[in-house]
């Protein structure tokens, strides 16, 4: 069975400081992988998706990157955080590029 | 751009009472997803359903794609179907989803 896990579950972190938020896919083979964010009672937007390693696309700039150092891994970091950062982070897969997108957990951050 | 409109943005009912949630499309359609966001912000997938009508358990979801809308229906509703539904859109690939605001359910027992 396919799991996908992201870590960290929830993060507080000051303004300018660096993030690094992940996420793994085990039990299926090169899958698509996509990051979403959802700021508080906002709307849910694609933030990357990568059908590859090695290879992301960027859907919205937020100051934001993204990165697919492994098959199974999708990292999304920044090294500066501002407060609109703040929100929801939700990582996805899908086995083909038409098709069902199973989510992640999801990682909160906090930005002060 | 793509913009997706969900109606009615929140819904209260009584359980077992019967629920029509609509979304609307601003381009042509070529993708087309329904999802369950929980209460905590998880997400699970309920239809892709680019056009024509799918069926799960008390879930229907039909596509109309000359008419850019989509609609999921939810019968005979329980409190447990509380939470957010969202649609989603793209012109073609899972790429460049956009998603709408959602429909807030609440089922009272």
């Known amino acids: 069975a396919q799991t996908i896990h992201q870590w960290p579950v929830a993060e507080i972190k000051a303004v300018g400081s660096p993030l690094s938020l992940g996420c793994t896919i085990k039990?299926?083979?090169?899958?698509?992988l996509y990051w979403y964010w959802q700021a508080t009672g906002g709307t849910l937007q694609q933030l990357f998706y990568?059908?590859?390693?090695?290879?992301v696309e960027s859907v919205v700039q937020l100051n934001l990157s993204a990165s697919r150092p492994k098959d199974d891994q999708f990292i999304l970091s920044t090294e500066k955080l501002l407060l609109s950062h703040s929100g929801f982070y939700l990582c996805?897969?899908?086995?083909?590029?038409?098709?069902?997108?199973?989510f992640g957990p999801g990682t909160r951050l906090l930005v002060l | 751009g793509q913009q997706v409109q969900q109606s009615p943005a929140s819904l209260v009912l009584q359980e077992g009472e019967n629920a029509e949630l609509q979304c609307n499309f601003s381009?042509?359609?070529?993708?087309m997803q329904w999802f369950y966001q929980r209460p905590g912000g998880s997400l699970v997938s309920l239809f892709y359903?680019?056009?024509g009508t799918k069926h799960s358990g008390r879930l229907t979801s039909t596509t109309v794609i000359k008419e850019r809308r989509s609609s999921l229906h939810i019968s005979s509703s329980q409190t447990t179907d509380s939470g957010t539904y969202l649609c989603?859109?793209?012109?073609?690939?899972?790429?460049?989803?956009?998603f709408g605001k959602g429909t807030k359910l609440s089922v009272k027992s």
């Open positions: 381009t042509s359609l070529n993708s």
């Open positions: 990568s059908i590859t390693v090695g290879q």
């Open positions: 989603a859109h793209s012109g073609g690939s899972n790429a460049k989803l956009t």
């Open positions: 996805a897969w899908s086995l083909e590029d038409r098709d069902t997108q199973y």
């Open positions: 359903n680019p056009s």
């Open positions: 039990g299926k083979s090169s899958p698509n």
